[in-house]
């Protein structure tokens, strides 16, 4: 049963043009939410990240939208960079539980220049 | 400063064996948990090591296991490799719980079951 979903497995978008990553769960007991990119060889780094107290948290060109009733969260990247190209993982734990955090099975972006 | 280092990063072992990876976290992080990395899967929780003592456990079967040292630094074994094994094992590190802040991984162990 998976707690985190991330139903797009990969995704294409154009340099310059705006990323949006898309993320669900279903564990309402879940109120901290985190991004990861992962290079190929390399381990995940974590990006952003957002608590449930807020609907969005921005950091330079990435920006993590929350709506907690719809139990989705989406990272935007704008503009889009070659360099972005990589595995984005997001991410969902709860505080109050054992605050280890549950994985989604990652959307590969691909970038175009 | 220093990232988070596993060694070996590339192993590959016979179904039956048994191996050890090791992990050298972010000096000053205490917590230190292990993932395995699948491609169909994603990223499975293994367990977590705080001040030497298992904190977490995953769902995974008693083959395997870890341990965390006085320095932070920390082993994880598997025994009776099976060739679903094979695996990308993360280890990551925290100065706290992970989740505000983050974990920092390291490039991981990309062990190969034959």
């Known amino acids: 049963d998976q707690q985190v979903k991330q139903n797009s497995p990969s995704l294409s978008v154009q340099e310059g043009r705006i990323s949006i990553l898309n993320c669900d769960y279903t564990?309402?007991?879940?109120?901290?939410f985190l991004w990861y990119k992962k290079y190929p060889a390399e381990g995940p780094t974590f990006l952003i990240s957002?608590?449930?107290?807020?609907d969005k948290n921005e950091d330079g060109r990435f920006t993590v939208f929350l709506n907690k009733s719809a139990k989705h969260l989406s990272l935007h990247i704008v503009p889009s960079q070659p360099g972005d190209s990589a595995v984005y993982f997001c991410?969902?734990?709860?505080?109050?539980?054992?605050?280890?955090?549950?994985f989604g099975r990652g959307t590969s972006l691909i970038v175009h220049p | 400063k220093a990232g988070v280092t596993q060694t070996p990063r590339y192993l590959i072992k016979t179904r039956g064996q048994q191996v050890t990876l090791s992990c050298s976290p972010i000096?000053?992080?205490?917590?230190v948990s292990w993932y395995q990395q699948t491609p169909g899967q994603g990223l499975q929780f293994l367990f977590e090591?705080?001040?030497?003592?298992?904190?977490n456990k995953g769902n995974f079967p008693g083959r395997f296991s870890g341990r965390q040292f006085s320095n932070s630094r920390s082993e994880m074994n598997v025994s009776t490799l099976e060739l679903g094994d094979s695996a990308l094992y993360l280890c990551?590190?925290?100065?706290?719980?992970?989740?505000?802040?983050?974990?920092?991984f390291g490039s991981g162990t990309r062990l190969t079951v034959v």
């Open positions: 990551a590190s925290s100065l706290g719980p992970p989740f505000s802040s983050g974990y920092t």
């Open positions: 564990n309402s007991m879940f109120d901290y």
């Open positions: 957002i608590s449930s107290i807020k």
């Open positions: 991410a969902a734990s709860a505080q109050g539980g054992s605050y280890i955090p549950t």
């Open positions: 000096s000053g992080h205490r917590s």
């Open positions: 090591y705080f001040s030497e003592t298992q904190r």
